[in-house]
């Protein structure tokens, strides 16, 4: 009986998100706490920083044990071209919340300015999405399907954005901001209830990193990323990882109002590299999930191994 509330409760709680489109779950990107490993598809200027070929995957479970509960997968591949002063980049991506789902594809150009130890780089890209909503397939009624003239038909539509950014970096900091989405595409809706406020809303992300050598077996590395939409609070996250002996990180983070997290990584090879995250919820969903999932992994190609000496730490 307890399971059967929390999933009526949960179906009631995401039809809500869909209809009022007026908070920052119902609109916000995607959010991963392994940011660090994904940050091409939040900035764009990054595609080409680590000057080879990388490509990662990554699938983010949130609030697991929850009916409908946000379910994540993406893969980005990127590399530099033009003796490095150019990157390239391809995001693919799927993303699920409640009856709704997005999923698309990004087109990524950087042009990179080279200095002696650092770059700064200028991004911009194009996405394509496929936006579906299943509202005939939401529960009306806990005993069971009632009608709704405002669910009475799907919705099923493809969406054009773009967005912009700038990155610098060096060996041991980096420093960004960007604007992955800067069109305000309307989500669709039933005709007779379509609410203006139902559409994608302009996204601002900031973020930094440094390395600190402790001594030659240690080194930490903090990073910050604030997250702004409209409609929803600044969102910031805070990451704390300590590197030992370049092989392995241990790590906690702390999402503003939303999450603690624990991380671990794993430099497997100089082309390998496998990330885990868990996530406990510090809001009021804490009694009704059991956290959530993040599992990361990186391949680099065309790797020297008698050159590579330490891991890029971002």
Known sequence: MKTRKITLGLSTFLISLILSATTAFAQQEAMFTQYMFNTMALNPAYAGSRNVISATALYRSQWTGMDGAPE???FTIDAPISNKRVGLGLQVFSDKLGITATNGAVATYAYRIRMDKASLSFGLQGSVSQYKADYTRARLEPSGPSYDNAFSSDVNTVLF??????????DKFYLGLSSPQLLANALPGNKDYQSK???QHFHLFFMSGYVFNLDEDFKLKPSVLIKGVKGAPVEGDANLNLWIKNTFSIGASYRTNADIAGL????ATPQIRIGYAYDHSITNLKSVNSGGHEIMLRYEFGL???KVLSPRYF
């Open 304 to 306: 020297d191994k008698n």
């Open 72 to 74: 994540t997968t993406t």
């Open 197 to 199: 406020l139902n559409k």
């Open 264 to 267: 671990f990584e794993l430099q």
């Open 161 to 170: 954005n773009f967005g912009t950014g700038v990155y610098y970096n060096s």
